[in-house]
C-alpha cells in the first residue's frame, strides 16, 4: 500500500473535485461545487490537474474505426444545413434591414430592463406576415418573432454575446408545459444582429423562448430566459 | 477550426476524419451498443457544426472539445433510459483495427498516449479503477455508485480521487498534451 492509499475517507474542501471532473456529481450538486470554485483556489487547482487526467481518459478506451454510414450521415446532415444556411444567409441581409427598425422601435421599450410584456406590432399586411415584439432582459436589446404561415423566424438586434462556453438555444412552451427543446442554436454578430428560423410544429405554442445555454445545447433550459415571446 | 466557424463544410469534414474515430470509440464504449453510439457520434458533431464558432482555443485542444461533448452526449443519452444490455465490448479485443496505411506520425504519438493512460488507469488498484470507469464511462453518480458497491459515499469519493491523482502522476503534468 502507497501513502496515497492510506486515506480513502474524505471529507472538506476538495473532496468532491475528482467527482466532479469525472461528470459524477448530481445536477444540484454541480450547482453548489461550482459556486464554492468560484471563492476557492483550493478546489480550483485540484480541479485544474484532475481535469487533465479525466480529459485523458478517452484514449483509454479501445480505438475503433468510424463505420462509412456513421460518415455519410454526418457529412450529409452538414452539407445539408451548410445550404440552408447559405439560403438563409441571403434572407439575412434583407432582414438585418428589419431588425434595425425593430431595434429603433424595441430600444425604447427594452430601456425598462427586466421583461415586460410583448406587443403585437402588426398583424396580417400583404405579405401575411406577423410581427410580435418580444420581451429582451438585455437592457438594449430587442427581438421580434416574424410569423408567416406556419413558419416564424426569431430576429434580434443589439443582443450582448451568450456568456463564454455557451450559445443562445430557442425553446417552444406550450399552456402549462415545460418549454420544450428546439434545434435552434444561434449566436449574434459584433453588433449584437442575429437571426434564426424557428423550427418544429408551431401549433398550441405559447412562448418562444431564448437561454444562454452550454455548446451543442440543453434538453432542458439551465437558465432564465433572455427572450421571451408570447405568441397567444 | 477558423473555417469551420466559418460554415466550411470541407474543413469539418477534416475534423471529423481527425477526431471520428476516438468519438465513435469513446461513445461506444460508455453506450455498449454501435447503433446508439452512432446516434450519439452524428448528434454531438452536428451541434459541433452548429456551434463551431463558439469554440474557444485557449481552453483546450480541439480534440478535447469535441471528446467532451461526445462524452456528454454519450452520458445524457445512457441517462436518458436506455436500457443497458450488458456492453457487448467485447470487440475490446479486436480494437487498434485502423488499417496500418492510415497510421500517421501523429496518430503513432497518439498510440503511444493511448498506451500510457492505458497502463495508467491499469496500474490502479481494482477498486479505484471501478470507481473512475463506473463513473466516466458508466456514467453513475457517486451516491449510485456508492448504493451499488455498499460504500460510503465518502470513500467512493476518496477512491476516485486517489485513483485521478494516481494518475496524474504517473502521466506527468501534462497527459492532454497530444490529445
Excluded at chain 1, 452539407?79 to 424595441?106: C, F, W
Excluded at chain 1, 424557428?198 to 431564448?210: R, T
Amino acid at each position: 500500500m502507497t501513502p496515497l492509499d492510506r486515506t480513502p475517507e474524505l471529507g472538506g474542501c476538495g473532496a468532491d473535485a475528482a467527482a466532479y471532473v469525472l461528470g459524477a456529481l448530481k445536477d444540484e450538486e454541480v450547482e453548489t461545487f461550482r459556486r464554492h470554485l468560484a471563492t476557492c483556489a483550493v478546489c480550483r487547482d485540484e480541479v485544474a490537474a484532475l481535469q487533465m487526467v479525466a480529459d485523458a481518459l478517452p484514449l483509454a478506451v479501445p480505438q475503433l474505426p468510424v463505420p462509412r454510414r456513421l460518415r455519410r450521415r454526418v457529412m450529409s446532415g452538414v452539407r445539408n444545413e451548410s445550404k440552408i444556411a447559405r439560403a438563409a444567409a441571403a434572407r439575412h441581409r434583407s432582414r438585418l434591414t428589419l431588425a434595425r427598425r425593430v431595434a429603433a422601435v424595441g430600444g425604447a421599450l427594452a430601456v425598462a430592463a427586466a421583461i415586460v410584456g410583448a406587443v403585437v406590432l402588426t398583424s396580417g399586411g400583404s405579405s401575411g406576415a406577423r410581427l410580435v415584439q418580444a420581451s429582451v432582459a438585455a437592457p438594449a436589446g430587442s427581438a421580434v418573432v416574424r410569423l408567416t404561415g406556419v413558419h416564424a423566424e426569431l430576429i434580434v438586434a443589439h443582443m450582448p454575446q451568450p456568456p463564454a462556453g455557451k450559445i443562445y438555444e430557442v425553446w417552444l412552451e406550450r399552456d402549462g408545459r415545460s418549454p420544450s427543446p428546439t434545434s435552434a442554436l444561434f449566436g449574434v454578430t459584433s453588433t449584437g444582429a442575429g437571426a434564426v428560423d424557428v423550427p418544429g410544429d408551431l401549433h398550441g405554442v405559447s412562448e418562444v423562448l431564448v437561454t444562454p445555454e452550454p455548446l451543442g445545447g440543453s434538453l432542458v433550459p439551465t437558465h432564465a430566459p433572455v427572450i421571451v415571446a408570447h405568441l397567444s | 477550426m477558423q473555417l469551420v466557424s466559418d460554415g466550411e463544410a470541407r474543413a469539418f469534414e477534416i475534423v471529423f476524419d481527425r477526431h471520428g474515430a476516438a468519438s465513435f470509440s469513446l461513445a461506444y464504449r460508455v453506450c455498449g451498443r454501435r447503433a446508439m453510439a452512432e446516434d450519439v457520434v452524428q448528434e454531438a458533431f452536428l451541434s459541433l457544426w452548429r456551434s463551431g464558432a463558439r469554440y474557444d482555443y485557449t481552453r483546450g485542444s480541439v480534440r478535447s472539445w469535441v471528446l467532451t461533448i461526445v462524452h456528454n452526449r454519450a452520458i445524457d443519452a445512457l441517462r436518458r433510459g436506455a436500457v443497458r444490455d450488458s456492453h457487448d465490448v467485447a470487440e475490446e479485443g479486436a480494437a487498434e483495427r485502423v488499417a496500418a496505411s492510415e497510421c500517421t506520425e501523429s496518430e503513432v504519438v497518439r498510440r503511444d498516449e493511448a498506451r500510457n493512460v492505458r497502463s495508467a488507469l491499469g496500474e490502479l488498484p481494482p477498486e479505484q479503477r471501478q470507481v473512475i470507469e463506473l463513473a466516466y464511462f458508466g456514467g453513475f453518480t457517486h451516491t449510485q455508485i456508492a448504493q451499488t458497491l455498499e460504500l460510503p459515499v465518502g470513500t467512493v469519493k476518496g477512491r476516485m480521487r486517489l485513483g485521478l491523482t494516481k494518475m496524474r502522476l504517473a502521466l506527468g503534468d501534462s497527459p492532454e498534451v497530444a490529445i
